[in-house]
């Protein structure tokens, strides 16, 4: 295999197994603006905030949240310009990031820039290199394995995931099957008690 097909084979899987990438969020006193991402157990998140500064009456400033899907507060940061968060994930879900200001005049607008960064993505490949004494061809096969180990991972998440919604629509679809039966059941009953009791009004009315 050559260095092209590598450099290739390996930037299919970072961009298949790693997330990263920078947003402009549009942030005003009226409302607060989130980034949410579902992820998997013990995978690496970095992120690098900042206000991107223009000509504002006074100097704004932000308040940062990111919660876990149980609701831990995993970073929170009060009246900051700039700031970055890193953990590793504890468990599989959404991850939720919300940014908002609460200094701004009415009408008064600024831009964050985040740059959000998720498993192979968020690794300092630099530092790698310099510990293991690699580099070219090597570093990128070194990516490679990781890739590799991070979609393994990811397609046993999905096939347990998907396991579950299995086994969740099977036992909906059983449940509904019993109300059906049930909700049939109760009709005829009160059918066959109409009919009795229309039978009785015409007997006793001796019309029949």
Known sequence: MGRGAVAAAA???WWLTGRAGAVWLELSTTATKCLSEEIQSNVVVMADYSILFEEHPVRPTVFVKVTSPYGDVLHLADKVTYGQFAFTTAESGVYVACFWAETLDRGMVINLNLDWRVGIAAK???TVAK????DGVSL???????AARAIHGNLLYLIVKEA????LSEWTQVKITWLSLMSLAVCIA???LQVWHLKRFFQKKKLI
Not at 164 to 167: E, F, K, L, Q, V
């Open 164 to 167: 579950g919604m299995r086994d």
């Open 190 to 192: 009160v059918s066959v």
């Open 140 to 146: 990128e096969l070194v990516k490679l394995e990781a």
């Open 11 to 13: 930037l299919t899987l």
């Open 124 to 126: 300092d490949w630099d």
């Open 131 to 134: 510990k293991e004494k690699i």
